[in-house]
T-cell receptor, first 113, second 113 residues
Framework: KQEVTQIPAALSVPEGENLVLNCSFT??????LQWFRQDPGKGLTSLLL?????REQTSGRLNASLDKSSGRSTLYIAASQPGDSATYLC????????????FGKGTKLSVIP | KAGVTQTPRYLIKTRGQQVTLSCSPI?????VSWYQQTPGQGLQFLFE???????NKGNFPGRFSGRQFSNSRSEMNVSTLELGDSALYLC????????????FGPGTRLLVL
């Protein structure tokens, strides 16, 4: 059974700082991992999807990496802005060939102006 | 291209009642997944449909059911509502399965009194 853990649960940083969010998973037989953002009371917005063959994926100020052997993924946010304040969730397939995703409980990020 | 839409956005029901939630995926998407989100448990997978067939079901009681129509729209039904069913219900769509980017709707917030 896939388990996804995100540490820390909450993070507060001053504007402009670079930061890293962590995600770990127990079943490394995955073909991809996804990062999402959720604003309060809203649905999820997909940020990045990393295929197991890619190891890294970039979109603007965001960079996500995937290390299957260690069961870890990181989301790097450069030059953080107050608009980046949200909850960030990672999700991994629940097993080889599974059609469902297992989500971590998220990291709530606050960027202080 | 229109995003994933969910109706209704908010619902208040009483214990014992039943409720039906609707999800319209992005045009051309054939996979629809449903998730329940609560502060304590986070996002939990309910079920996934593809071409009117349920391919995966999460660990929820039989009171939770769903279906998908030929136009890929999906509904989920919860019968005999309990207080613990109060949650944000999210649906996500993708072209084929969870190997692809999942696009989430805004959710339906259900309050059971």
């Amino acid at each position: 059974k896939q388990e996804v853990t995100q540490i820390p649960a909450a993070l507060s940083v001053p504007e402009g700082e670079n930061l890293v969010l962590n995600c770990s998973f127990t079943d490394s037989a995955i073909y991809n991992l996804q990062w999402f953002r959720q604003d309060p009371g809203k649905g999820l917005t997909s940020l990045l999807l990393i295929q197991s063959s890619q190891r890294e994926q970039t979109s603007g100020r965001l960079n996500a990496s995937l290390d299957k052997s260690s069961g870890r993924s990181t989301l790097y946010i450069a030059a953080s802005q107050p608009g980046d304040s949200a909850t960030y969730l990672c999700a991994a397939p629940s097993g080889a060939g599974s059609y469902q995703l297992t989500f971590g409980k998220g990291t709530k990020l606050s960027v202080i102006p | 291209k229109a995003g994933v839409t969910q109706t209704p956005r908010y619902l208040i029901k009483t214990r014992g009642q039943q409720v039906t939630l609707s999800c319209s995926p992005i045009s051309g998407h054939r996979s629809v997944s449903w998730y329940q989100q609560t502060p304590g448990q986070g996002l939990q997978f309910l079920f996934e449909y593809f071409s009117e067939t349920q391919r995966n079901k999460g660990n929820f009681p039989g009171r939770f059911s769903g279906r998908q129509f030929s136009n890929s729209r999906s509904e989920m039904n919860v019968s005999t509502l309990e207080l613990g069913d109060s949650a944000l219900y999210l649906c996500a769509s993708s072209l084929r399965d969870s190997q692809e980017t999942q696009y989430f709707g805004p959710g339906t917030r259900l309050l059971v009194l």
